[in-house]
């Protein structure tokens, strides 16, 4: 897969935009729309909960891709209207019971992917390698927008990409999330890296005004084949 994918961060978009957004996402061809489910209790924030994704469904045809932020996540992600084709990202640091968790992601039809925080080691993925079909790797620490990147994530996404090739996975992907500016889009994209958060820092504005514009310029720097 040469050209990186966008996943749209949903809660960084204002209600009272939602349908001019989504309007401009569809004629736009954004691949995914991204929902971050926080508990506040394993992140300190709340956002996005089922009765949220069940009315957003009504809005769009996009796919969705699930970030789970929550305690206990194999006794909830059954309240979540997740789709076949769907990504569904589990954090390793939420539950003793991680494989169990990804094994129903893809009982159901969904992609399921591994999220790591930025202080977990790449090592946690070994072994739930044969569950997955993506990496999440966090840029930040987990439970709100608009902080800075952590700089040693950019050679995490690097080692942990060498090692899903050396090992024979050279199709599970690498996602990344957490300030994807297009310079730090450019630089994940570089170290391997095919899926993309866009929040506040690259599409999401106060402004719907641009939007166009916004989303051209974040393909330039993960699309490299144009």
């Known amino acids: 897969m040469d050209n990186g994918m966008i996943s749209v961060s949903m809660m960084c978009v204002h209600l009272g935009q939602i349908k001019e957004y989504l309007d401009a996402f569809k004629r736009n061809n954004i691949e995914y729309l991204h929902i971050d489910v926080m508990d506040g ?6 956002t996005l909960y089922p009765d949220y994704v069940k009315q957003l469904r009504d809005l769009t045809d996009i796919p969705f891709d699930f970030h789970f932020m929550i305690e206990k996540p194999e006794e909830r992600l059954q309240w979540f209207d997740i789709r076949e084709g769907d990504y569904a990202a589990v954090h390793y640091e939420s539950t003793k019971h991680i494989a169990k968790c990804l094994q129903y992601l893809r009982s159901i039809g969904a992609k399921p992917i591994l999220a790591i925080n930025p202080g977990t080691p790449i090592c946690v993925v070994e072994e739930a390698v044969d569950f997955i079909d ?6 930040v620490n987990p439970g709100f927008a608009g902080q800075k990147l952590v700089p040693n994530t950019v050679d995490k996404a690097r080692r942990l990409r060498k090692w899903l090739d050396e090992n024979g996975h050279e199709d599970i992907i690498i996602e990344t999330d957490g300030n994807m500016s297009n310079e730090n889009c450019r630089k994940l994209y570089e170290a391997g890296a095919r899926m993309f958060v866009a929040g506040t820092s690259s599409l999401v504005k106060p402004q719907v005004e641009g939007i166009d514009e916004r989303i051209a310029e974040n393909r330039k720097n993960i699309c490299p084949m144009g």
């Open 41 to 46: 209790s394993f992140v300190p924030n709340f």
């Open 134 to 139: 993506g990496v999440l790797v966090m840029t």
